[in-house]
């Protein structure tokens, strides 16, 4: 449905986006993650033909965006809630988009109703909404052409915790319902909570892609126990491997059932026995996220 | 919690929804997009209330004795002098307000988005025309000279061209300026520009009278235009307007959008 393949965008010696290539099927809520400047909305919006790549391609509905017919119809986009004319009020945006994309004007107030902006919200001006509400009408702007397809750059940013629920809420039925959703954002944890898939990147480069169990899991067991010295010791009678983690856990490389039979035979009472989080992951999130924004990184 | 079903509606539907965008249809967008702001709304208020407060004192001013041309080309004039405004906005609010982040994303084709902008400024130049006459025509009793409804098909032509050269001028500034408020300052210093150096620089007087806008658009509402003033008028046109029209596509086709 969205597939993109071999991006790159250099502005002069930088290259801001280079050799980004995946793929978003119908059905799945893909999250595109990166630290701040890492080339996730550059990518964004030559998907969207509004940045015109200097190398590779992309495809929406298999075809480039700029030959949709009707894009709106086929693709909502999110590209940045702000990029609005203040002047205008809420409901008029939207009504202007509806003209546009020949939506009954019924929808306009469906929509509003969605996104849960109350009409006298709906009657301000944009220049007025505070960000959460500008994300919410950028979101009833993106759904207004009955899409099959979203395209939300950090659509979380400026939402409340009630919001960001809501708004994980909506992406989740939209690809339940077989539509396709590519979001990004720089936080992992907003990412996990609702994609399938994680495509991650810094300085422009994909360093991680694939479905998100697989890239979060794989890390095996986080254990800790009353006695972590008898845990160790029984973890190394049943032949198990384990390093050290936070809090006084121990990370073993196995599956439940064997860390915990270890555990058993040897009398050891245990205080957690749970999927060790992705460390590679969140490591390497977290390695980019410090200092990598670097210019460095990217001259080439 | 109703949410937008992804699946699609019968085919004929799907496939008729999905055919482009027609140029009425966007240029249509366009002009609505023109007074839906606050800033639209106040500037076409403003225009109606002078072309209005000029009508007025004209026609209340004894002794002016007015025929429907000699009172049109007064009337004409605060649309001329603001409409223009509107035009550079329609171009420029687009992009320091990012929303081309928007409208390209809705129409990619950013030709038609263009070419849409002119047609809706020439639509606006026809509809304040249209208004400029019908505030006329009412005021007509009032100011009418002895031949109240003398309107030559020429001075008619030529007032609604002027209209229509200064609210393009606005779009032409707009789209080669891309940038709201350079290029209203322009647009307004321009003339006085012109003026101040025409009468300081004797060699500049003779290029200004084919070259100042202002001044040769002003032929559109004596009442004979020679050839030659068409020509002046033509030249002028050219380079204040086409030129900067065609830069402008340019520009506007090749700059990203961020």
């Known amino acids: 449905m969205i597939e993109v393949a071999h991006l790159t965008k250099r502005y002069g010696a930088q290259t801001a986006v280079d050799d980004v290539s995946f793929r978003c099927t119908p059905g799945t809520v893909t999250g595109f993650l990166g630290p701040n400047g890492a080339g996730k909305s550059t990518t964004m ?14 495809t929406v509905a298999g075809r480039p965006y700029r030959q949709l017919p009707n894009p709106g119809r086929e693709v909502g986009i999110l590209l940045d809630a702000s990029a609005q004319h203040p ?3 809420g409901r008029e945006t939207l009504a202007l988009a509806a003209q546009l994309l020949r939506v009954p004007s019924s929808r306009v107030g469906e929509l509003l109703t969605c996104v849960d902006l109350p009409s006298s919200a709906a009657r301000k001006r944009v220049g007025d909404y505070s960000l959460g509400m500008r994300q919410r009408l950028g979101l009833a702007q993106a759904l207004l052409g009955e899409p099959r397809a979203l395209i939300l750059d950090e659509p979380a940013n400026g939402l409340d915790p009630e919001g960001i629920f809501w708004m994980r809420g909506l992406l989740r039925d939209f690809a339940d319902r ?25 300085n422009g480069r994909v360093v991680a892609q694939g479905a998100k169990d697989e890239l979060l899991s794989g890390a095996g067991m986080r254990v800790r126990a009353l006695d972590p010295a008898a845990l160790r010791a029984a973890l190394a009678t049943a032949g198990l491997s384990a390093s050290p983690a936070d809090g006084g856990a121990l990370l073993v490389d196995a599956e439940a059932e064997a860390v915990g039979r270890a555990a058993a035979t040897a009398g050891v009472v245990l205080l957690e026995l749970q999927p060790g989080r992705a460390r590679g992951l969140e490591e390497m999130f977290l390695s980019l996220t410090n200092g990598t924004t670097a210019p460095e990184g990217t001259a080439r | 919690m109703t949410v937008t079903a992804p699946a699609r509606d019968t ?25 839906d702001t606050r800033s639209g709304a106040w500037l076409l208020a403003v225009v109606a209330l002078l072309a209005v407060a000029v009508v007025t004192v004209l026609s209340l001013t004894a002794d002016a004795r007015f025929d429907f041309g000699g009172l049109l080309g ?48 020439l639509a606006l130049a026809v ?105 002046r008028l033509g030249t002028s ?13 340019i520009r506007v086709a090749r700059r990203e959008v961020k």
């Open chain 1, 45 to 58: 919006r030559m998907i969207c033909g509004l940045t015109p790549p200097t190398g590779g391609h992309a």
């Open chain 1, 87 to 89: 002047g205008r009020t």
């Open chain 1, 178 to 202: 077989g539509g396709t959703v590519l979001l990004s954002s720089h936080l992992l944890r907003e990412v996990e909570a609702v994609a399938d898939r994680l495509v991650m990147i810094g």
């Open chain 2, 11 to 35: 085919p004929a539907v799907a496939t008729a929804s999905h055919s482009p965008v027609p140029l009425w249809r966007l240029t249509a967008v366009e002009l609505r997009k023109m007074a």
């Open chain 2, 74 to 121: 007064p009337t004409v004039l605060p649309a001329a002098v603001l409409l223009p405004v509107l035009g550079v906005l329609s171009v420029t609010s687009e992009w320091s307000q990012r929303a081309t982040l928007t409208t390209y994303a809705l129409v990619p084709r950013r030709m038609r988005v263009a070419a849409a902008k002119v047609l809706a400024a």
């Open chain 2, 127 to 231: 509809l304040a025309y249209a208004a400029c006459l019908l505030a006329t025509a009412a005021a007509l009793p009032f100011a009418g000279g002895p031949d109240p409804w003398h309107l030559p098909a020429a001075a008619l032509g030529k007032a609604g061209l002027f209209l229509v050269v200064n609210v393009l001028l606005g779009v032409a500034f707009g789209m080669v300026l891309l940038n709201s408020a350079l290029a209203i300052v322009l647009y307004f210093v321009l003339p006085i520009a012109w003026s101040i150096l025409g009468e300081m620089v004797t060699a500049l007087s003779g290029p200004a009278q084919w070259l100042d806008l202002s001044v040769t658009s002003g032929l559109l509402l004596e009442p004979v235009m020679t050839g030659r003033d068409w020509a």
């Open chain 2, 237 to 249: 046109v050219a380079v204040w307007i086409v030129a900067p029209l065609a830069l402008g596509l």
